[in-house]
């Protein structure tokens, strides 16, 4: 069973924006840390953003710093990824997971992954 349900992904060219959303299945995101991960064929899986659903405190790599803003709505239950100033190496399935703290989050330590969307950078 899947744990979240990603949505936003898609084709866009180099320098444009996405919206990626991600939804719990099945819970509450009020007491979780949510990750953002991406894919590119051939790589291995790299974790960019981190999120607090209680406190808004965030955490970004250094090459997605300045582009990407993760951000959460409580009330609505939902938490996003804001993707700006896009480049090819952007390119990946994306996928958001929840960590039992913001500390494990950015050591990459997550569970209840959902199935990804893809984003497809090119020019």
């Known amino acids: 069973q899947l744990q979240f349900v990603e949505s936003g992904g898609g084709s866009v060219h180099p320098g444009g924006s996405l919206r990626l959303s991600c939804a719990p299945s099945g819970f509450s995101l009020s007491h979780y840390y949510i990750g953002w991960f991406r894919q590119a064929p051939g790589k291995e899986r790299e974790g960019v953003a981190c999120f607090s659903a209680e406190d808004g405190e965030t955490f970004y790599i250094d090459s997605v710093k300045g582009r990407f803003t993760a951000s959460g709505d409580t009330a609505k239950n939902m938490m996003y990824l804001q993707l700006d100033s896009v480049k090819v190496a952007d390119t990946g399935v994306y996928y958001c997971?929840?960590?039992?703290?913001?500390?494990?989050?950015?050591?990459?330590?997550?569970?209840?992954w959902g199935q990804g969307t893809q984003v497809t950078v090119s020019s």
């Open positions: 997971a929840a960590a039992a703290s913001f500390l494990a989050c950015t050591r990459n330590e997550m569970d209840r």
